[in-house]
């Protein structure tokens, strides 16, 4: 099963999008979160990807609220990513809504901790980010605002031993641009590490990236700018879901 997975980012409350990661790029897409949900469960989306911007930058959650209100008034599964770095931030993220937890900061700085939540809370709901400019394949934290010297291969490879199911990985120089996501890569994780769940996200333009991305052998894809700018419409996403869910 390939899943389709819109993000909604979030910054004081706010539905916005960034260029590559770039807070000063800061657009404002709507100022009613729950609208834009409602909106991705009418077309049969499932899960949506709810990252709290000020909560990356400041290293703990912030916007609750919105996670509450997401998964109070949707059937949505929420994906919850944004400043979670403690045990008491995992119970509050899931006490407040959230389905799945996807973090990267903490597998970085704390590889025990996270691993040991892989273990404690499980891996059906703990996910990794690896996020990276391809120029070095280095892993970038705190909202991509923050670089380190650890190769993204060698971060995919620490965790998938340790029993990683779910890497959702991101090339930050695509995201926001649609570009087209970054195929190579993706198709060399998929190859190296087979058995992993990989979610891409960055440089979505079209269904047909979905179908790409589908046919190199991922789980699924997140997507924003394509559908916020209208290159991706309800209807398609309807028609690609109903495909999805077709017997072969």
Request: net charge neutral; hydrophobic share 40%; proline share 3%.
């Amino acid at each position: 099963m390939f899943e389709i997975i819109p993000s909604i980012w979030i910054i004081n409350g706010k539905c916005v999008r960034l260029r590559k990661g770039d807070f000063s790029t800061e657009q404002v897409i709507s100022h009613n979160p729950l609208e834009i949900a409602q909106e991705f469960e009418n077309c049969g989306i499932e899960r949506v990807h709810l990252v709290d911007l000020d909560g990356a930058r400041r290293g703990s959650p912030k916007n609750y609220h919105i996670l509450h209100t997401l998964a109070a008034y949707t059937s949505l599964k929420v994906d919850f990513t944004g400043g979670v770095g403690t045990d008491g931030d995992v119970i509050k993220v899931f006490e407040h809504g959230a389905d799945t937890i996807t973090a990267a900061t903490v597998a970085v700085n704390s590889p025990e901790k996270f691993s040991q939540w892989l273990v404690s809370y499980g891996r059906e709901k703990i996910n990794m980010a690896a996020d990276t400019d391809p120029k070095d394949h280095l892993i970038k934290i705190r909202g991509w605002q923050k670089n380190t010297n650890i190769h993204l291969l060698d971060q995919i490879s620490y965790f998938y031993d340790r029993g990683l199911k779910y890497l959702k990985c991101s090339d930050i120089t695509r995201d926001g641009v649609m570009e087209g996501p970054n195929f190579k890569l993706y198709g060399e994780i998929v190859e190296r590490f087979p058995n992993i769940h990989l979610i891409a996200s960055g440089g979505v333009r079209n269904v047909e990236d979905f179908k790409k991305l589908r046919d190199l052998g991922l789980r699924g894809v997140v997507f924003g700018k394509a559908y916020y700018a209208g290159n991706i419409t309800a209807e398609e996403l309807k028609t690609f879901i109903a495909s999805c869910k077709a017997p072969i």
